[in-house]
């Protein structure tokens, strides 16, 4: 093998190429995004480049992305490791690369912002079902964790011939005592999938989670280069 060094500098150079293309041109493109205020305002001390005033954050505006609960991350967790991602995606395209705002599936595309506080991010690649990135805004309220969660304990509550999987052991079946729980899923009447008289069906602590995290998912701010449209 005389040539042992130049293989080397080749390996060298190949790895190095990737590295820089892949990741530091990526760091220095996007590394440096922080939240930010949905619009920002003309600075009166500062200049740029070209002696226009610089556009500064306001003072005192909530800043965007928003940092989720603590029980919301907690089902974050239960989100990747029931692997749902294998089936949602949480990324609005922009128009014209595809109908996911007209399907409603977001007010405004997402750009690279909207994750700059999430430290693993489910952009996700496969749509066996919909876009899950403004599930929030779509299912709001009690009304939306009682939605939410008879879907996750079986779909064809709510959505008859979904192809998406039950998570049923996500829920645990009692008895009754005294009177029904307050967290017990509330079936439409005469529901087949509901439990036999004197029984319930409520959720764990990782199913309220994962509904918590669902419910997070909301896109409803603008960023200066993502504005909501009208
Ligand atoms: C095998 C693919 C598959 C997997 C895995 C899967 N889903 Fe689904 N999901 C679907 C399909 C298909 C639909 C559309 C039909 C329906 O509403 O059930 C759907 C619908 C949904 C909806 C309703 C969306 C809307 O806009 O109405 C939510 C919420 C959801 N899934 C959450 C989850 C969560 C959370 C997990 C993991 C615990 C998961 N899904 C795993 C296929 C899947």
Redesign the pocket.
């Known amino acids: 093998m005389k040539n042992l060094p130049l293989l080397f500098c080749g390996i060298f150079f190949a790895l190095a190429f990737s590295y820089t293309g892949l990741i530091v041109s990526g760091n220095i493109q996007l590394g440096a995004l922080e939240p930010s205020t949905e619009t920002l305002v003309p600075s009166d001390s500062e200049v740029d480049e070209n002696g226009q005033p610089l556009m500064v954050m306001p003072e005192g505006e909530t800043l965007y992305p928003r940092k989720p609960s603590g029980l919301a991350e907690q089902g974050k967790k239960?989100?990747i490791e029931?692997?749902?991602m294998?089936?949602?995606s949480q990324q609005v395209r922009r128009r014209g690369f595809g109908a996911d705002i007209d399907r409603g599936w977001g007010p405004r595309a997402t750009v690279a912002r909207d994750y700059v506080l999430q430290d693993r991010v489910l952009l996700g690649t496969i749509r066996?079902?919909?876009d899950?990135a403004h599930?929030g805004g779509?299912y709001a309220g009690e009304a939306g964790r009682d939605w939410?969660h008879l879907?996750?304990y079986n779909?064809q509550i709510v959505?008859e011939g979904?192809?998406?999987?039950p998570?049923a052991f996500l829920y645990k079946k009692q008895e009754i005592v005294n009177k029904p729980s307050e967290k017990a899923l509330d079936f439409p009447p005469d529901s087949e999938y509901a439990p036999e008289p004197g029984y319930e069906i409520v959720p764990t602590r990782r199913a309220e989670a994962?509904v918590e995290y669902?419910l997070s998912l909301k896109i409803d701010y603008s960023l200066p280069e993502a504005v909501i449209p009208e």
């Open positions: 239960v989100y029931m692997g749902c294998y089936c949602h066996t079902g919909p899950l599930l779509r939410n879907h996750l779909p959505s979904s192809t998406m999987p998570f994962l669902l």
